[in-house]
C-alpha cells in the first residue's frame, strides 16, 4: 500500500471549508471529477456511498466510495468500495492562525497489477501531483468564496 500526504492553509473558518468537503457539487469542482452523487436519500454521513466518474490518463473511470468516518466540520474518510484502484482517503481540518489548516491523506493498494511494475513510479508521482493540484484548486475556490 503507497500513502500520499498532503496538507495546504486555507485563509477561511472551518465550517466554510467543510461546505467544499461535504457538498457534491461543491467538491467535485475542487477534486476534479466529472460526477459526485450521493447513492440513496440519506444526507452524508457514516455509511453514504457517493457515485463519481473521473478521467485518469484519458480515460473515463467510476468508482463507489463509502464513508467511513465522519466528524462534522472536522474529519471525513472515504474507502473505495468499486473502484480500478483500491484507495483510502482522509480530510481533516484544524483551526489554524484564524483560517483553516487542511490535510489529505491517500493510501492506494499496489498499483502494479493494473498498471505494470515499470509503471509504478510515474504512477505514484501523478498520484502525488493530483492531490497538491486538487488542493490548491480546494484553497482557491474556498478563498474566491466570499460567504
Same mark, same amino acid.
Given at each position: =500500500?503507497? %500513502? ?10 472551518? $465550517? $466554510?471549508?467543510? *461546505? ?7 467538491? #467535485? &469542482?475542487?477534486?476534479?471529477?466529472? $460526477? ?5 436519500? @440519506?444526507?452524508? &454521513? #457514516?455509511? %453514504? *456511498?457517493? @457515485? ?6 484519458? #480515460?473515463? =473511470?467510476?468508482?463507489? /466510495? ?5 466528524q462534522d466540520g472536522a474529519h471525513i474518510a472515504f474507502r473505495s468500495v468499486e473502484a480500478p484502484i483500491a484507495n483510502e482517503v482522509d480530510e481533516t481540518l484544524t483551526d489554524e492562525d484564524g483560517g483553516t489548516r487542511v490535510e489529505l491523506v491517500m493510501r492506494t493498494?499496489?498499483? @502494479? ?12 508521482? =501523478?498520484? &502525488?501531483?493530483?492531490?497538491? @493540484?486538487?488542493?490548491? *484548486?480546494? #484553497? /482557491?475556490?474556498?478563498? &474566491? /468564496?466570499?460567504?
Amino acid at each position: =500500500m503507497h %500513502t500520499f500526504t498532503e496538507s495546504i492553509h486555507i485563509e477561511r473558518p472551518r $465550517q $466554510q471549508v467543510w *461546505r467544499y468537503l461535504v457538498d457534491p457539487e461543491l467538491a #467535485k &469542482a475542487w477534486v476534479g471529477f466529472e $460526477q459526485m452523487d450521493l447513492i440513496g436519500d @440519506q444526507p452524508l &454521513a #457514516k455509511g %453514504t *456511498r457517493i @457515485q463519481e466518474v473521473f478521467r485518469f490518463l484519458g #480515460k473515463r =473511470m467510476s468508482m463507489v /466510495d463509502e464513508v467511513v468516518e465522519y466528524q462534522d466540520g472536522a474529519h471525513i474518510a472515504f474507502r473505495s468500495v468499486e473502484a480500478p484502484i483500491a484507495n483510502e482517503v482522509d480530510e481533516t481540518l484544524t483551526d489554524e492562525d484564524g483560517g483553516t489548516r487542511v490535510e489529505l491523506v491517500m493510501r492506494t493498494d499496489d498499483t @502494479q497489477g493494473f498498471f505494470g511494475k515499470l509503471a509504478e513510479p510515474v504512477i505514484e508521482r =501523478m498520484f &502525488a501531483r493530483e492531490l497538491r @493540484q486538487q488542493l490548491h *484548486r480546494l #484553497k /482557491d475556490l474556498c478563498e &474566491a /468564496d466570499a460567504n
